[in-house]
């Protein structure tokens, strides 16, 4: 969202490695608050990508917690790694505390052509 | 001698998570003027400078990325002159009939080695709302959004280059104008059939049938700076620009649609004639050739794809 945004409650983020929480609204994505709050020279523990849930570029692990989560690509989280609390860090908005792991796959195997 | 066989990119279809955002993206943002949508869901656009009926259709799926890329040539005999020669390369090819897409002749479609589907066709209705050609006006409508002329070009990521390279230079009659070539081999390659300076492009991807964006032409770099202004005021997600390629020498803006297909808004490019010698950049300063401007790829350029 543009600017600032109206204030809803704030859930803090963890990412796994990382030695900065961030706050994020739940109206807002995880994958935008840290862009907003983690930058250069700090190594970001999430990859940016589209920002629309399409590339797989944020794929995450949620290890704790609760959020809400839009479509995104079934390429990069199916729907039983979606029950398992793999996401799109760019589609997820919190309801509590968070903690996540990154999860980034990298391109997939290649596969016959045509198949 | 003007131009035989495949002529130019005529459609590109798409995958797209939310039909009602993909509308409002590629009809308002970038500014292409809905022509309809059918009773398979599938919707077709076209830019308002563009002669045929539709250029761009979406599929609503749940996985964002390319379906096919289609070619027009210039008649059925040229169509199936193709077919012969795709065939006896090796590569089967399959018919799709007329009608599957509204006003669309059949056309042939096939797999090449990177793993995308490619297809040709000869026929398509005029638009309704075609450009004029007695007397004509530059726009009959003012142009929407980004003022987007027209589907330009696409860049693909997928294995097997050398030999895409082949089946494109030696079946399809396209020509090379520029090409990344690294010790262990070809980066990427950007190809033409016409004279712009690339109608299609590839770079060296392991996953095979990916698409890093689709690419809509713009007047000048201006328009460019406008559609930018069109990013910010809609909060667009912009991966990189206004800024310009070394490579082609374009002006562009790279971007995403809801679903996150990489959009490029592209303007400018030098001419690229049959005749002329091949452009090769190396691996010390391709960060140039991609980004001219900033001299160096972003993280998201090489793997950031659908
Ligand atoms: S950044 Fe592309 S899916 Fe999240
Ligand atoms: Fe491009």
């Known amino acids: 969202m543009p600017d600032g945004s109206p204030l809803s409650a704030l859930h803090s983020i963890r990412f796994k490695g990382c030695e900065t929480d961030i706050l994020c609204a739940e109206d807002q994505k995880v994958l935008m608050a840290m862009e907003q ?3 250069f020279p700090n190594p970001r523990p999430v990859r940016v990508g589209c920002r629309k849930g399409g590339c797989g570029a944020c794929r995450v692990k949620v290890t704790k917690g609760s959020y809400t989560a839009e479509k995104s690509s079934r390429t990069h989280v199916t729907e039983e790694e979606a029950a398992e609390g793999y ?8 309801r509590s505390d968070l903690e996540l792991e990154p999860a980034f796959l990298g391109p997939r195997r290649p596969v016959e052509n045509g198949d | 001698m003007s131009q035989e066989g495949l002529l130019r990119p005529g459609i590109i279809q798409l995958r797209v998570l939310d039909m009602d955002e993909a509308i409002t993206h590629y009809r308002d943002r970038i500014g292409l003027d809905f022509v309809s949508q059918e009773a398979d869901g599938r919707v077709y656009l076209k830019a308002f400078d563009e002669f045929h009926r539709h250029s761009v259709v979406l599929r609503e799926a749940d996985s964002a990325g390319i379906d096919f890329f289609a070619f ?15 065939e006896e390369y090796g590569v089967d090819v399959t018919d799709v009939a007329e009608g599957e897409m509204p006003g669309t002749g059949k056309r ?4 090449i080695p990177s793993g995308h589907r490619i297809d040709i066709y000869a026929d398509m209705e005029l638009s309704e709302t075609a450009p004029e050609t007695h007397n004509p006006y530059v726009w009959k409508d003012e142009p929407r959004g980004m003022r987007a002329q027209r589907l330009d070009h696409c860049l693909l990521y997928g294995p097997n280059l050398p030999e895409v390279e082949k089946f494109f230079t030696e079946v399809l009659d396209f020509h090379i104008p520029e090409r990344v070539d690294l010790p262990d081999g070809t980066l990427a390659i950007w190809m033409t059939v016409s004279n712009k300076a690339h109608d299609i492009a590839f770079v060296n991807h392991p996953e095979p049938g990916k698409l890093h964006h689709v690419a809509f032409f713009l007047e000048d770099w201006s328009d460019i700076g ?9 909060d667009i997600s912009r991966d990189i620009g206004p800024t310009r ?14 679903s996150g297909n990489r959009n490029e808004v592209f303007c400018g490019g030098y001419t690229a004639y049959k005749d002329h010698p091949t452009r090769v950049w190396d691996g010390n300063h391709v ?10 790829m972003n993280d998201a350029f090489l793997s950031v794809v659908t």
Do not use: N, W
């Not at chain 1, 996401?87 to 919190?94: E, G, H, Q, V």
């Open chain 2, 226 to 234: 406008h559609a930018a202004d069109v990013m910010t005021r809609y």
């Open chain 2, 245 to 258: 390629h070394g490579i082609t020498r374009g002006q562009t803006i790279y971007f995403f649609d809801p």
């Open chain 2, 287 to 296: 960060g140039r050739g991609i980004f001219y401007y900033e001299r160096q």
């Open chain 1, 37 to 39: 709050k983690i930058h």
């Open chain 2, 108 to 111: 042939i479609s096939f797999m």
């Open chain 1, 87 to 94: 996401a799109l860090a760019c589609r997820i908005s919190p």
């Open chain 2, 72 to 86: 027009k040539a210039d008649g059925q005999e040229a169509v199936d002159g193709f077919r012969k020669r795709i």
